[in-house]
């Protein structure tokens, strides 16, 4: 059976030059050397993480650029403030003449605990991008990505985002796809798993990452909480392929 094909736009912005509302204040801070190259290199191990983590039932293939300005414009979004579809389409929509599934920007903030305070921020299909998702990640963490367990994980979170409300809009509910927020008291159905006598959150808290959670729900191997029938949850490749592939 073929796999699920994603075409994924990451866009790296070089530097921050923007100001947040009317009256807010400027924030503005250009990458440190090697910060461009490692948000590259980050971007471009997606495709071998989403493979393995997903058994083979994805196939994302990505495409990577370095913006050549500033991004100059930050949105309210969620109690914060990000990049947000419009205030990135000088950055993003140069490089939109091929289709893509998913455009996912890195960009630095200047320390400001409003410009920061999570992996991200996502958006399902957005019709300025020819119903891409659309999501907007800090590059401010990077000096810790070359000794973290797994640091793609936050990555492939905001992803699994655009791919959760795609699978929504097709009609695929929460009793078979968890919310990616609903972790708690989960594990594992892999009886050969070596991570199988933890929950996700358990391991998260040992290691500091959430591979095990996103490896099966991206293979419908996720376990039912206290008090759920037991049935497969997550995107099995069944599921993954209803939605068409591209051509």
Request: net charge negative.
């Amino acid at each position: 059976m073929p796999e699920s094909r994603w075409r994924l736009l990451g866009v790296v912005a070089p530097a921050l030059d923007a100001r947040t509302g009317l009256l807010g204040g400027r924030h503005r801070r250009a990458m440190a050397d090697g910060e461009a190259g490692a948000c590259v290199s980050m971007l471009r191990s997606l495709p071998e993480v989403v493979a393995a983590w997903s058994d083979g039932n994805v196939a994302l293939e990505v495409e990577v650029v370095v913006a050549d300005r500033p991004l100059g414009r930050l949105a309210r979004v969620g109690g914060g403030w990000w990049a947000d579809p419009g205030g990135s389409a000088s950055l993003v929509g140069p490089h939109l003449a091929a289709p893509r599934d998913s455009v996912m920007l890195l960009y630095p903030s200047d320390g400001d605990p409003a410009l920061r305070g999570a992996w991200g921020y996502t958006w399902g299909a957005v019709e300025m991008l020819g119903g891409a998702g659309f999501s907007a990640i800090v590059s401010d963490p990077w000096p810790g990505w070359a000794t973290m367990e797994d640091p793609a994980h936050g990555f492939v979170h905001e992803w699994l985002h655009q791919v959760e409300a795609v699978y929504r809009r097709l009609g695929l509910g929460a009793d078979d796809l968890p919310d990616l927020h609903d972790v708690a008291d989960r594990r594992t159905t892999r009886a050969d798993a070596a991570d199988r006598a933890e929950t996700y959150v358990e391991h998260e808290r040992r290691t500091g990452s959430w591979r095990p959670w996103y490896r099966d729900y991206m293979t419908g191997t996720v376990g039912p909480k206290s008090g759920e029938t037991s049935r497969l949850r997550g995107l099995t490749r069944e599921r993954w392929l209803r939605r068409p592939n591209p051509t």
